[in-house]
C-alpha cells in the first residue's frame, strides 16, 4: 500500500539522516541551516544541494554535470548516494516516487534539462561500479 504524503516524509527523513551524516563524508547537517531540509527538500532540491555543498541558489546542470564527472574528488561517499537512491527510487510504496523524474533546469544554464534519475544512471558505474539489482 502507498504510503501518505505524511508518512513519506517521515521516512524520508530516517533514510536521509541514515545516508547522510557519515562523519567521514561531507554530511548534510554541515549544508542545511535546519534539521528541516532533511525532508522537506524534494529528492531533487536535496541531492543537488548535497552535490554542490550550499542550499543556496538554483544550481545548475552543467554544474551538477561537472561535479559528479569529477565526483571521486569530493568528499561523497558515492555508495550511500546511490544506495539511497535505490532504497527510495525501487521502493513501490514510495508515494513522492516522481521526483525523481523532474529535470534539474536553471533558466541561464546552457545545458538542456535532464531528470535526476537520467544523471544518476549516467555516472553510476563511474562513481560506484558495477551492480546487481536484487
Not at 531540509?37 to 541558489?57: A, H, I, R, V
Not at 525523481?100 to 541561464?108: A, C
Request: hydrophobic share 30%; proline share 3%; glycine share 6%.
Amino acid at each position: 500500500m502507498v504510503r501518505t504524503i505524511k508518512e513519506e516524509i517521515k521516512l524520508r527523513k530516517q533514510q536521509r539522516e541514515a545516508y547522510f551524516e557519515d562523519p567521514s563524508y561531507r554530511k548534510w547537517s554541515d549544508i542545511a541551516y535546519s534539521q528541516i531540509g532533511y525532508s522537506e527538500y524534494s529528492e531533487l532540491g536535496f541531492l543537488s544541494s548535497y552535490f554542490t555543498g550550499t542550499c543556496t541558489g538554483l544550481p545548475s546542470l552543467s554544474r551538477v554535470r561537472e561535479l559528479l564527472t569529477n565526483g571521486k574528488q569530493l568528499p561523497i561517499n558515492w555508495k550511500a548516494v546511490y544506495d539511497y537512491y535505490d532504497e527510495r527510487y525501487y521502493d513501490d510504496n514510495n508515494s513522492l516516487c516522481e521526483e525523481w523524474f523532474h529535470g534539474l533546469y536553471n533558466p541561464g544554464d546552457v545545458v538542456n534539462s535532464q531528470s535526476l534519475i537520467l544523471l544518476l544512471n549516467e555516472f553510476r558505474s563511474e562513481l560506484v561500479g558495477s551492480y546487481d539489482m536484487i
